[in-house]
């Protein structure tokens, strides 16, 4: 039995996401979802909470066949105990997968098997996109999983990252 581990902001899910669970889905048995800077929404770069990305993710990955944990992990002020608070809130895993330099860097030195993927058509499957195309009207739907745009409607998403945008002194 293998448990994987993939961190991300998630904000939102995006079919990028997507794809890559899809991927790891040939290596491992069960695969624990971390959503990074749990403790940040409402701003334009962080426009949803930890409790909204766990019910984007969930629901999107319902009809995946691999047992999947959503984990809200809180940003910490020191980069070098990061690994062991990670740790500390997951279940057990056997290897970390992410295209994060940091996130890379920070598992290789505590010693755990970390696995980069390619990146799916990365021009526009980036978190960044798909919010710009929300605070501008514009197709964001078609980045995301379906259950996405259920949830960012069930949540008035768009109007809060619009109001966001408007108001904001948030980086994107
Ligand atoms: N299109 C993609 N294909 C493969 N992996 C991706 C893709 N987009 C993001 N990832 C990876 O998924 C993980 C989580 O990504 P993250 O939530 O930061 O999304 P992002 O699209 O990079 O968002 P943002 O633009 O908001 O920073 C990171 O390791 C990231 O490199
Ligand atoms: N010191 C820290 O709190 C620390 C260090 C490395 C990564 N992280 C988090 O891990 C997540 C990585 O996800 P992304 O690949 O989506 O950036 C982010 O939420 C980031 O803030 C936090």
Redesign the pocket.
């Known amino acids: 039995m293998t448990r994987g581990f993939?961190?991300?902001?998630?904000?939102p899910?995006?079919?990028?996401?997507h794809?890559?669970v899809a991927q790891i889905a040939d290596d491992v048995d069960e695969l624990v979802l971390g959503i990074?800077s749990a403790d940040d929404s409402h701003t334009v770069?962080?426009p949803f909470t930890a409790g909204e990305r766990i019910m984007m993710i969930t629901k999107s990955l319902v009809n995946t066949d691999l047992v999947t944990y959503a984990v809200p992990i809180e940003d910490l002020e020191r980069n070098s105990v990061w690994v062991s608070h990670v740790q500390s809130m997951s279940p057990d895993f056997d290897v970390a997968?992410?295209?994060?330099p940091l996130?890379i860097q920070l598992f290789r030195e505590a010693g755990i098997e970390i696995r980069?993927?390619?990146?799916?058509?990365?021009d526009?499957?980036?978190?960044?996109?798909?919010?710009e195309r929300m605070i501008n009207d514009d197709d964001w739907q078609s980045l995301v999983p379906g259950a996405v745009t259920e949830v960012v409607d069930e949540i008035g998403g768009i109007e809060r990252i619009q109001m966001i945008s408007d108001s904001d002194s948030n980086g994107r």
């Open positions: 993939y961190i991300g902001r998630f904000q899910f995006h079919n990028g996401h794809n890559m990074g770069r962080n997968y992410s295209n994060n996130v980069q993927s390619p990146m799916f058509n990365r526009v499957l980036e978190g960044t996109e798909v919010r």
